[in-house]
């Protein structure tokens, strides 16, 4: 086997920029048909900018993910243009860090509304297509290492919370559709060095130079260390894995 993905659509959200962006050139490069969600405005330019550079169909819409009804029109919107979504890669996330007895309701569910409803209403969508039209899939949901330790400095409950909820739920799906053939595995990265990572160390310089100490590997991961991982859970040539969290995290969690 291998991890071509000619003739399948795959779905990414939070998909214009970031791991998402990444991850989309990848799977675009196995040859997947792609779908980007995000709320950015650039998402349409760049779902063209894929398309061309790798000669695959693609489209790009604006979307909250908190919306269920948007979420489903969505993925109902790349049944009809490119074809029932087989892939899913969910990147939309967000996190807010600050100490516990100052986060305020509206942070919280913030929060846990992106990260973890997001995720279910995207996810909820995509086995929907696939129950209905009879066919096999694999979404990969991304949690986070922050879902099974506690990162330090850095305070964030909520983050850590939802992104814990995130993997569990990727077992509770991963068992409830597997004898329809549809996968659900998670993705859990360690420290990774995009736009808005930089933007946080910008701000507090010091960040850096804390987490990679705790990094075995002693650097911070790039969203192509990801790509492997989701290449090979999108393929047939991980078929029998499901119901499972794997962690990206250069050691961090080993220690």
Do not use: C
């Not at 675009?28 to 900018?49: M, P, R, S, W």
């Not at 969505?74 to 029932?84: D, I, P």
């Not at 330090?152 to 409950?157: G, I, K, L, S, T």
């Amino acid at each position: 086997m291998q991890t071509t993905l000619t003739g399948k659509t795959a779905v990414i959200t939070g998909g214009a920029r970031g791991i998402g962006l990444t991850v989309a050139r990848a799977l675009a490069a196995d040859g997947a048909d792609i779908a980007l969600f995000d709320l950015l405005d650039t998402v349409e330019e760049t779902a063209q900018q894929i398309a061309d550079e790798f000669g695959v169909r693609a489209m790009g819409q604006k979307l909250d993910v908190t919306d269920q009804a948007a979420t489903a029109a969505a993925f109902a919107a790349v049944t009809a243009r490119l074809s029932v979504p087989q892939v899913l890669l969910t990147a939309a996330g967000i996190e807010i860090n600050g100490d516990s007895v100052d986060v305020t309701a509206a942070q919280w569910r913030k929060v846990i509304d992106v990260n973890l409803t997001g995720t279910f209403f995207s996810a909820q969508a995509f086995g929907h297509g696939l129950l209905e039209a009879g066919l096999p899939g694999s979404a990969i949901l991304i949690s986070s290492m922050s879902g099974l330790i506690v990162n330090v400095p850095q305070w964030a409950a909520s983050y850590n919370s939802s992104k814990a909820a995130v993997a569990h739920l990727g077992k509770s799906l991963a068992v409830e559709w597997a004898s329809a053939n549809i996968r659900v595995n998670s993705m859990a990265p360690g420290y990774v060095l995009t736009d808005l990572t930089r933007q946080i160390i910008e701000k507090e310089p010091s960040l850096h130079d804390e987490w990679v100490a705790l990094i075995p590997q002693r650097r911070m991961a790039t969203p192509d260390d990801l790509t492997g991982l989701v290449s090979f859970l999108a393929s047939d040539v991980s078929s029998y894995i499901t119901g499972q969290q794997i962690v990206i995290d250069g050691g961090y969690t080993a220690i």
